[in-house]
């Protein structure tokens, strides 16, 4: 009974939010802008902002002429005072926690700040916006009569210098009200594990005998936490664990690869699956449609959006524009201002927007991991999808993947070297490697053209992976855990030779996740 009034307070409550979502949709350029000048004041009497003078900025042209694009090593040196204690740098109020983010391009560890109001008026009103942007779509949902599993690459907290670190994942967790600890699940003491294989069987145990209604995390590690709770309660699928389960929501990875594994995994054609676009530095998209692989734009988060083009992005030629100017179907590197304390930071991701009104957007990649070593210019988006048909028509699946470029030598093409680890194999790896080809050159003119004749790229090389390679190669470095991902594409082959020498390793020791399970 008491769930079922939270249920409905709840639903009432975050309803409420769609008719100020429905504002800046019909506002966007007017809400951006202020949403400019509005950080701008805040940050006038710190150290950046007396720097560049932000109280005379007017306009866009005055901040984007002023204030000069930076990507992290630009601003490392300030973040690193601001751990050690200093105050009033890059934001008005104290800086206290720092995401620590290694991501997978730079083995140096990035410290993102996160202030007061990003946590409140980023990523705690983003988590309630994705919660009504599902129950506004799904009036019958019964979301809120169960628990809400949670699978991040939470690790403790660490304090130095006044200043506490951590992943991004256990800073929210800590702060979060104590309400919240009522609708998740596991507590917040497994959450906050530091061990990942230890924890991902205490979440087990713990949340195996609960009533879990949503799902939420990354889609590789939320795969294999289901797996393991199959074995560990011996039910043949998801639904036979949670019956009432109805929806998951996802980040962190494309989940194209996953889609079709997922369907196996939780039978029931009225499971809904809900993506999310959130990191370190904020969070910037919601899916808000059901049945959809496109996101909102959240354009009242305290962020401020601009876009690089990639035709021009690391030339001379390169220039930020903002949100008003963008074109439909072309590809963004994305660049952020942010209520951190972010001025003009470029991300790393890139964006295609499928609609400007509103503004939606699909995630691209990265914009270091493509390979454009031949002219090519190959993107994630083009693997995923490329890999998504292959797979249909070979009736196979994959877990993960990564591709590196075969460099050119004497008179032979140079061409694109793949690892895939299979859920299911193809029957014919020969063919599905022709008819990975085939899709890659329907969905990138580049690579159609560098493919013409084998003249300046071969034919793809498969290399099938042998089970748990890339699990290894994560734990050989380190990297366990919901925010750790594969390096998919990359312009040197330093990722790939690194995680294929470990191609013929014994798993002596190790227990597959089954058994310890």
Request: proline fraction near 8%; aromatic fraction near 12%.
């Given at each position: 009974m008491a769930l079922t009034i939270i249920h409905s307070i709840a639903s009432w409550f975050l309803r409420k939010r769609i008719d100020q979502i429905e504002e800046f949709i019909k506002r966007p350029h007017e809400v951006q802008e202020n949403v400019c000048a509005k950080l701008l004041e805040a940050a006038q009497s710190t150290e950046m902002g007396k720097q560049y003078d932000f109280i005379s900025i007017r306009n866009y042209e005055d901040f984007a002429s002023r204030i000069p694009i930076s990507i992290y090593e630009d601003i490392e040196p300030m973040i690193e005072r601001a751990r050690r204690g200093e105050q009033n740098l890059f934001w008005r109020t104290p800086i206290k926690w720092f995401a620590k983010s290694s991501g997978t391009t730079n083995a140096k560890s990035k410290f993102i700040p996160v202030s007061e109001e990003a946590l409140q008026h980023c990523h705690y009103k983003a988590g309630k916006d994705m919660l009504c942007l599902y129950l506004n779509n799904n009036p019958d949902s019964n979301l809120f009569t169960g628990k809400s599993l949670r699978l991040g690459g939470s690790k403790e907290l660490y304090e130095e210098n006044g200043t506490i670190f951590g992943d991004l994942s256990a800073i929210l967790i800590d702060n979060l009200p104590f309400w919240a600890e009522f609708s998740c699940t596991p507590s917040t003491k497994v959450s906050l594990m530091s061990e990942w294989e230890a924890k991902m069987k205490a979440i087990i145990a713990e949340s195996s005998r609960e009533n879990v209604t949503s799902l939420v995390g990354v889609p590789s590690w939320m795969m294999v936490l289901l797996r393991q709770a199959l074995a560990y309660t011996g039910k043949e699928n998801v639904l036979e664990i949670w019956k009432n389960l109805e929806v998951y929501f996802h980040g962190g990875v494309s989940f194209v690869p996953y889609r079709e594994q997922y369907k196996q995994l939780i039978p029931s054609d009225s499971f809904?699956?809900?993506?999310t676009y959130n990191a370190s530095e904020g969070f910037f998209a919601i899916q808000d449609r059901n049945n959809s692989d496109e996101m909102l734009l959240m354009l009242d988060y305290g962020i401020f959006y601009e876009f690089i083009p990639m035709d021009s992005f690391g030339t001379p030629s390169q220039k930020a524009i903002p949100l008003w100017e963008v074109e439909i179907g072309k590809n963004y590197a994305m660049v952020i201002t942010t209520n951190a304390g972010l001025w003009r930071y470029q991300i790393g991701d890139t964006v295609r927007f499928t609609s400007t009104s509103p503004y939606r957007i699909k995630i691209t990649g990265r914009t270091k991991h493509h390979i454009n070593v031949f002219g090519e210019e190959l993107i994630i988006e083009n693997t995923e999808e490329a890999l998504k048909k292959a797979c249909h028509e070979h009736h196979c699946s994959v877990i993960e993947y990564t591709v590196a470029p075969i460099f050119m030598q004497g008179n032979k093409s140079g061409g694109h070297e793949w690892i895939i680890e299979f859920e299911t194999a193809?029957?014919?790896?020969?063919?599905?490697?022709?008819t990975l080809d085939t899709e890659l050159k329907a969905l990138n003119s580049d690579y159609e053209a560098k493919r013409y004749n084998?003249?300046?790229?071969?034919?793809?090389?498969?290399?099938?992976?042998?089970?748990n390679l890339f699990h290894d190669w994560l734990k050989e470095n380190g990297k366990l855990g919901g925010q750790h991902k594969i390096?998919?594409?990359?312009?040197?082959?330093?990722?790939?030779?690194?995680i294929w020498k470990l191609k013929d390793h014994n798993e002596i020791g190790r227990a597959s996740c089954r058994e310890r399970v």
């Open positions: 809904r699956y809900y993506e193809p029957e014919d790896i020969e063919a599905f490697t022709r084998d003249m300046t790229l071969a034919m793809p090389k498969i290399h099938i992976a042998r089970k390096p998919r594409l990359s312009n040197t082959r330093d990722y790939f030779e690194a």
